[in-house]
């Protein structure tokens, strides 16, 4: 039996669809149309390892997005295309400091270190620049989506089921598997640009894609793709010098500014909007990749790898002129990075230059039997950080220069994995074969953090972002080795089991058996039920365990404490060891009526010993200090800059208990209007909510506190809505489509606290999202597209001031007066308006 379980189904029906010329016999547009719908025809390879297996038929939720979905989503970012496709999927809109320059994204509202990402099946390495700062996407380290060209894909499927027990260490949130486009002729290409409707960030892309043959039994196919994305600025007035309307601070109203403050200030570019540190980053964007094989009859060599580049700049926030002086013989003089007079203070920058790669290599065929596929994978990311147009205040101080860029040192992570696979499938009286899979993966993995350049780490080094000190520096690696099994068989018609286990030793902390049993039973062509039960594990990246820097803004220094290292262990916390994980879950499979298609999936996931990043832990300027913290950071070798006035760490622990539960549904129909065109309709939503069951506190020496604040807790319990909903129409008559897309976001909300004391509510409302797109095929191998994601250009709310301040103090702290809400599940820049070529030969 195949019932159309995969939202691709739809996409695929209009495709076909709109091959036909305008004003299409009825009877040609209905041929089409059933020819379209007829029930599961994608064969999936993720999720099960027996073969044959289309998403129809998946005991496990499943969705398959093909390339006409994805073709359709304006901005050229697959975070931003799998946003729109898939409910429990969600992209981050803003990351603070470094992060900003590498958004993550997240699955079910887990961690993005939960979900697994695979090209080809194999798994992808991660990226080496880690979230630190606090947030829905705390220390995500996970594969960087970004860096995969959307132009290079064939289909996505998205497994929304734990997965450990058939692909390791995590896939507690599920996987996401990518798989290469694989012609053997033609191409295909397009050229974008587009720009926010308020808040600049212009947007130019351009990809290509070129398949041929290699010989007379294979096949290369090569992708490049260029993307540039310019700032936005959706911040504005900064606290320090105006008021709410904008007008410069006097000293009456505060005091604290001093007279040159007053007086120089306004010569700031662009004054009073002056600090642009909430936006998005600047990014100039180079992928190119590759697929092949070849079949030397019964045995086939294949390849495939990619190679990306990445310049990226994000601001901070803005210095003010007194920010950098120097006193000599009673005359005081102010750094003027610049060489105008008057000094007009600076605003800063952090730059990476980002290098990422990943090649795999391997073989398989059958012998004896059995089938088997061997291969290698090697994947590298390296960032080198940068301070730009900044200054060091005790370096100008103390000699009377500085300079105005400062190298920071990198990060690097690499990942070398072999795997060994095998099946075989054997008759066992059973409805069907039953089929038999086993195998082994070796993995190694390092970490290495360099230091910075000299006048990065005098003392508090460069305003914004310090460099590396060589007590931050270092490399810090592990291995790992596993083997699985897997049974699947149907002991009678319309039975589905598959049954797998999975043993893992790491080097650093040990071994984890976990295993997985799924089954579906089809009682009818029209009604299926399906079930799955596991249990997983994540191991703690390596980024997570022995990361080392300062994070600074105009008020505040904290240390990012090695969760791995001896300060660490001097405030009583331990080494990072694995979360563990029991996932559950029950579905059906409905199809009441001919072209309509329904799917829900409950599920649960329990994750214990959960790595998160602590709440602000303050040695000085909170509403609890502590002194032992201040000399772990000593310890740690860490300089603070001496003109803050509050100081700390955040350290990860497996600090908690979560228990995760929700609902996926999926509904798609096909419309035939015979002469008037066809509309595929797809309905999909996700119902997400995480609970703390269990809440850790810290060791004696910070006087058992609670390791996360009631911040830290919100923005595992509230920060993301409950409910996300997802409806479309593809509407197609002979050359000419549309898509209409509706998205409806849930409330959301955060605690936040300008001193780790008082916590203020922040909320997101309840917010539907419109995306259009108009496309029109000028030839059949020339389109043209308009459109725009976010079409009323919905904008969050901005941060609130403290109830009943006269100072403009901000409820984060922060010195942006009317800076957006940065976890808002909708982005911060409001709409995008877009236009599109597309060329296909």
Known sequence: MKIVTSVSRGALAVAMIAGCPAFA??????????????????????????????????????????????????????????????????????????????????????????TLVLINGKRRHGTSNLAVLGGPYQGAATADLDLISPSSIKRIEVLEDGAAAQYGSDAIAGVINIILKDDAEGGDGYATAGESYKTGGG?????????????????????????????????????????????????????????????????????????????????????????????????????????????????????????????????????????????????PREKIREQDMAFTGGVRGDASGFHYD?????????????????????????????????YDGFFKSTEFTANADFSREFEAGMAAPLNLAFGGEYRKNVYEIGSGDAASIYKEGGQSYPGFRPSDAGVNGRNAQAAY?????????????????????????????????????????????????????????????????????????????????????????????????????LG???????????????YQVRIRDRILGTGSLYGSGGARNFPIVTTAILANGNVLDPTVSQTGINIFTNGANTRTRGVDLVASYVSDFDSLGTVNWTLSGNYN????????????????????DVGAQSNIETASPKVKLIGSAFYTIGKLSATLRGTMYGRS?????????TFYKQRVGTAYIQDVELNYKLTKDLEFSIGANNLFDKRPPIVALVPGTTNNTLVNGGNVLDAPLTFSPYGINGGYYYGRINISF
């Open 374 to 406: 061997l291969s290698t994978t090697f994947g590298q990311d390296k960032n080198e950080i940068y301070t730009i147009d900044s200054a060091n205040a005790s370096l100008y101080a103390d000699t009377g220069f500085t300079p105005t860029s400062f």
């Open 203 to 347: 947007t130019y892309g351009g990809t290509l894609h070129l398949a041929t043959k290699l010989g007379d039994s294979g096949f290369i196919n090569v992708t490049g793709f260029y993307r540039y994305h310019d700032f936005t600025q959706v911040g504005g007035l900064d606290r320090r010098v105006t008021d709410n309307n904008g007008n410069l601070l006097t000293a009456t109203s505060n005091p604290s500014l001093t007279a040159i403050q007053r007086q120089l200030y306004p010569g700031m570019s662009g004054f009073p909007y002056v600090n642009r540190i909430n936006g998005d980053a600047q990014s100039r964007l180079v992928n190119l990749q590759y697929n092949s094989a070849y079949d030397f009859g019964g045995v086939e060599v294949y390849s495939f790898g990619t190679y990306s580049r990445r310049i990226a700049s994000a601001y901070e926030n803005v210095r003010v002129p007194t920010r950098v002086s120097r006193t000599v013989a009673g005359v005081t003089t102010y750094f003027d990075p610049d060489g105008d007079t008057p000094v007009n203070g600076f605003s």
């Open 689 to 708: 909510e995480t609970k703390i069951t269990r809440l850790g506190t810290a060791p004696a020496t910070l006087g058992g506190i609670p390791l996360f």
């Open 25 to 114: 016999s009825a009877q040609e547009l209905a041929a089409a149309a059933r020819t379209a719908v007829d029930p599961g025809d994608d064969i999936i390879v993720t999720g099960t390892r027996a073969t044959g297996i289309t998403a129809a038929e998946s005991a496990a939720p499943i969705k398959v997005l093909d390339e006409e979905m994805l073709s359709h989503v304006g901005q050229p970012n697959l975070n931003q295309v799998l946003t729109q496709l898939v409910p429990s999927f969600t992209a981050q809109a803003f990351g603070g400091d470094t992060s900003n320059l590498t958004l993550s994204a997240r699955l079910r509202g887990l961690s993005p270190n939960h």
């Open 588 to 602: 059906t499979v409905f199809r009441p009526a001919p072209r309509l298609t329904i799917t829900l999936d409950a």
């Open 749 to 757: 909300s955060n605690l936040q606290s300008p001193d780790g004391g």
């Open 485 to 585: 099994v897997d049974v699947a068989m149907m002991p009678v018609e319309g039975l589905k089991i598959d049954v797998a286990g999975r043993y893992e030793h790491y080097s650093d902390f040990g071994s984890k058996f976990i295993y997985k049993g799924t089954t579906r039973y089809d009682f009818s062509e029209m009604f299926a039920l399906r079930g799955t039960y596991s249990t997983g594990f994540r191991a703690p990246t390596l980024a997570e365990s022995f990361y080392s820097a300062t994070n600074v803004s105009p008020t505040a220094a904290f240390v990012q404490l090695p969760a791995n290292s001896a300060a660490a262990k001097l405030l009583g916390f331990q080494n990072l060891k694995p979360e563990k994980s029991t996932n559950i879950s």
